[in-house]
């Protein structure tokens, strides 16, 4: 097996645990990390966002298969599956992620889900008919942001 998919496995198996120390160990200081809730996290900022999304937790499983990198890229599929603390609403979130190296560590991390699916099962019925909305799309992402805020902030 590829060093870098060894990378991606430790990475995984430590978010299966809820480690999200032993997740930030597998990023560069600079990495990119991208997905269609936190868009543009940068260094710290993705690490962060583990550290938070681990903490706030609730019924978490998931499950990754079809590891795959080289010197230069990777992807790993996954699917998480927890319940969304603002709804009380069980989550199966099926995720594609991409990732490029550097030094041995991840540099760039993008995550692709649909984020309409995510919104019917996360909101219900305001997900149905609005997820699909730049609108819904936006207060998503502000709300993530601001949650990250605070979260970071009261580290």
């Known amino acids: 097996m590829h ?3 060894i990378l991606l496995t430790n990475f995984y ?9 032993a997740m930030a160990a597998c990023y560069t200081p600079d990495v990119s990390f991208s997905d269609p809730v936190f868009p543009a996290l940068q260094g710290a900022e ?17 499950n990754f298969d079809q590891v795959e990198a080289d010197d ?3 992807h790993v599929h996954w699917v ?14 099926d995720i594609h992620a991409t990732f490029e190296f550097r030094d041995g ?3 760039r991390h993008t995550d692709r ?6 919104a019917r099962q996360a909101l219900g019925a305001k997900g149905w008919l609005l997820g699909w909305s730049s609108l819904v ?11 990250l805020k605070q979260f970071r902030e009261a580290r």
């Open 13 to 21: 198996t430590a978010f299966q645990r809820l480690d999200a120390e």
């Open 80 to 93: 998480a599956r927890y319940t969304f603390a603002q709804t009380g609403k069980t989550v199966v979130n």
């Open 113 to 118: 889900f649909d984020l309409w699916r995510w």
């Open 3 to 5: 060093q870098n998919a």
């Open 137 to 147: 799309r936006n207060a998503i992402q502000a709300q993530a942001a601001k949650g």
């Open 72 to 74: 230069q890229k990777g």
């Open 46 to 62: 993705a690490a962060d966002m583990w550290r938070m999304l681990a903490k706030r937790a609730q019924k978490f499983s998931l």
């Open 105 to 107: 560590k991840i540099a």
